[in-house]
T-cell receptor
Framework: DAGVIQSPRHEVTEMGQEVTLRCKPI?????LFWYRQTMMRGLELLIY????????DSGMPEDRFSAKMPNASFSTLKIQPSEPRDSAVYFC??????????????FGPGTRLTVL | AQSVTQLGSHVSVSEGALVLLRCNYS??????LFWYVQYPNQGLQLLLK??????LVKGINGFEAEFKKSETSFHLTKPSAHMSDAAEYFC???????????FGTGTRLKVLA
C-alpha cells in the first residue's frame, strides 16, 4: 500500500490567499483525521471524519478553516483567507475504526504551509 | 478524559548507550498507548502500541515499551542507541471506546558519536 498521500508537500502563499491541502487515505480505512503541528502548540487535532462524515470539528480554529470528504478516498482542508499564523505543518492520518479498538492511525508525510 | 506527559523535551545519549524516553498517562477508561517517531521533514511513524495483550511491547528498530498500570507509565527503551535513532518521539493515549488520540509534546532524541 502507498500509505497516506498528501499534496502539496510544501506550499508558500501570501496572506489573504486561499489554500487547499489534499489527502488520500489508505484504501479500506474508514476514518480520517487532520492535524496541525507547530512548535508552540505541538500536534493539534483539527477535525475527524468517520465514513466520510465529519464527527468532531471542535479543533478547527475558526471559520476560515473548512474540511470536506466527498468520498472515501479523498479529503481537503481549505483555509480562506490565509494568515501568517496559519503557517504550520498539516498532517492527514487515517485508520480503520472497527473491530479491535486500538484503531492505529497512519500518518501522511505532511504539508508544510508558509503564509507570508 | 485522557492526558499524556512526556518528561524531557530533549534527551541526549551516546551512541551505544541505553535510550530511555519517559511517558506518563492518565485515562478514565482502559487506555491504548502508542509511541510514534518523527524524522525531520517526515510524518509520524508508528513504533509500537499497547493494546492490553501484553505489558511488554516490542516495536520496530529495536525499541520496546512496558506498560505499568501502577505507575501509569509507558516508557520507551532501546538497549543501544544508533545514530539513526536521532528523531522526535511522541507518546499518545487513546481511551477504549473513543477515537481521539492525545499526543504528548514530544521528546527530541540526540545521539552523540
Amino acid at each position: 500500500d502507498a500509505g497516506v498521500i498528501q499534496s502539496p508537500r510544501h506550499e508558500v502563499t501570501e496572506m489573504g490567499q486561499e489554500v487547499t491541502l489534499r489527502c488520500k487515505p489508505i484504501s479500506g480505512h474508514n476514518s480520517l483525521f487532520w492535524y496541525r503541528q507547530t512548535m508552540m502548540r505541538g500536534l493539534e487535532l483539527l477535525i475527524y471524519f468517520n465514513n466520510n462524515v465529519p464527527i468532531d470539528d471542535s479543533g478547527m480554529p475558526e471559520d476560515r478553516f473548512s474540511a470536506k470528504m466527498p468520498n472515501a478516498s479523498f479529503s481537503t482542508l481549505k483555509i480562506q483567507p490565509s494568515e501568517p499564523r496559519d503557517s504550520a505543518v498539516y498532517f492527514c492520518a487515517s485508520s480503520f475504526v472497527g473491530q479491535g479498538d486500538s484503531d492505529t492511525q497512519y500518518f501522511g508525510p505532511g504539508t508544510r504551509l508558509t503564509v507570508l | 478524559a485522557q492526558s499524556v506527559t512526556q518528561l524531557g523535551s530533549h534527551v541526549s545519549v551516546s551512541e551505544g548507550a541505553l535510550v530511555l524516553l519517559r511517558c506518563n498517562y492518565s485515562s478514565s477508561v482502559p487506555p491504548y498507548l502508542f509511541w510514534y517517531v518523527q524524522y525531520p521533514n517526515q510524518g509520524l511513524q508508528l513504533l509500537l502500541k499497547y493494546t492490553s495483550a501484553a505489558t511488554l511491547v516490542k516495536g520496530i528498530n529495536g525499541f520496546e515499551a512496558e506498560f505499568k498500570k501502577s505507575e501509569t507509565s509507558f516508557h520507551l527503551t532501546k538497549p543501544s542507541a544508533h545514530m539513526s535513532d536521532a528523531a522526535e518521539y511522541f507518546c499518545a493515549v487513546k481511551g477504549s471506546g473513543t477515537y481521539k488520540y492525545i499526543f504528548g509534546t514530544g521528546t527530541r532524541l540526540k545521539v552523540l558519536a
